[in-house]
């Protein structure tokens, strides 16, 4: 079964940062299309970032663009999120999301395979 498990999250201060880890089991990891997605309370799952199977291209939100830079090493089957200057608004349950076809990277119904999720709290 394949599995994604994410870490890096917790509780940081608004204008610092951190780094978020989705790591790939049982996957053919460097065919895959990763994003991350984010699911803030009563609010609707959003798209953040997507990474290519290659790398070399990538797909950020507006709202997170020149802030968050995602990255993957096929050899660790691991994507990351780096995350800075990070405000309250970016408070959400943080998921990692696999897309074998890379059609669409920011709709959130074209991936495949997801994690359980890791909590960002920024505080104010």
């Known amino acids: 079964q394949v599995q994604l498990v994410e870490s890096g999250g917790g509780l940081v201060q608004a204008g610092g940062s951190l780094r978020l880890s989705c790591a790939a089991s049982?996957?053919?990891?460097?065919?895959?299309?990763m994003g991350w997605f984010r699911q803030a309370p009563g609010k609707e799952r959003e798209f953040v970032a997507a990474?290519?199977?290659?790398?070399?291209?990538?797909h950020y939100a507006d709202s997170v663009k020149g802030r968050f830079t995602i990255s993957r090493d096929n050899a660790k089957n691991t994507v990351y999120l780096q995350m800075n200057s990070l405000n309250p608004e970016d408070t959400a349950v943080y998921y990692c999301?696999?897309?074998?076809?890379?059609?669409?990277?920011?709709?959130?119904?074209?991936?495949?395979?997801w994690g359980q999720g890791t909590q960002v709290t920024v505080s104010s």
């Open positions: 999301a696999a897309d074998l076809r890379g059609e669409r990277p920011s709709r959130g119904t074209d991936y495949d395979y």
């Open positions: 049982r996957l053919t990891f460097s065919r895959y299309t």
């Open positions: 990474v290519t199977w290659s790398g070399s291209y990538t």
